[in-house]
């Protein structure tokens, strides 16, 4: 800060400037840059991604879930029948615990 200007009070907010809207030239550089990122994600998606699965480990893993018939599709938890009765088994057990009555809150004092 210079010396000939005075200082403001901490508690005073700081002078707000208008924003002035970027230069033309910016703005397109912003949108070739949004084009040029979905470009890369569309590449990705749909060259390198079919590439790497005709690669080794990747094409046997693809064929044995094809020659099995296992659906590799999406797989929510819930869906499966094993967690339906891993989640009864876990609810009963938080339930019906001997120790579920007893809880209470962690001691403060370790020295008791």
């Not at 005709?54 to 659906?71: C, F, K, M, S, Y």
């Not at 869906?79 to 057990?93: H, L, P």
């Given at each position: 800060?210079?010396?000939?200007?005075?200082?403001?009070?901490?508690?005073?907010?700081?002078?707000?400037?208008?924003?002035?809207?970027?230069?033309?030239?910016?703005?397109?550089?912003?949108w070739l840059r949004f084009f040029?990122?979905?470009?890369?994600?569309?590449?990705?998606?749909?060259?390198?991604?079919?590439?790497?699965?005709?690669?080794?480990?990747?094409?046997?893993?693809?064929?044995?879930?094809q020659n099995h018939a296992v659906?590799?599709?999406?797989?929510?938890?819930?869906?499966?029948?094993?967690?339906?009765?891993?989640?009864?088994?876990?609810?009963?057990?938080?339930?019906?615990?001997?120790?579920?009555?007893?809880?209470?809150?962690?001691?403060?004092?370790?020295?008791?």
């Amino acid at each position: 800060m210079q010396e000939d200007q005075p200082r403001r009070p901490l508690d005073e907010p700081a002078p707000q400037v208008p924003a002035a809207d970027p230069p033309a030239g910016q703005a397109a550089a912003r949108w070739l840059r949004f084009f040029a990122g979905l470009l890369l994600l569309w590449v990705f998606a749909f060259g390198v991604v079919p590439l790497l699965q005709r690669l080794g480990p990747v094409r046997e893993i693809r064929e044995a879930t094809q020659n099995h018939a296992v659906d590799a599709s999406a797989l929510f938890y819930t869906e499966c029948d094993a967690f339906a009765e891993a989640e009864a088994s876990i609810r009963n057990a938080m339930k019906y615990s001997s120790h579920g009555a007893e809880r209470s809150a962690p001691a403060t004092d370790l020295r008791e």
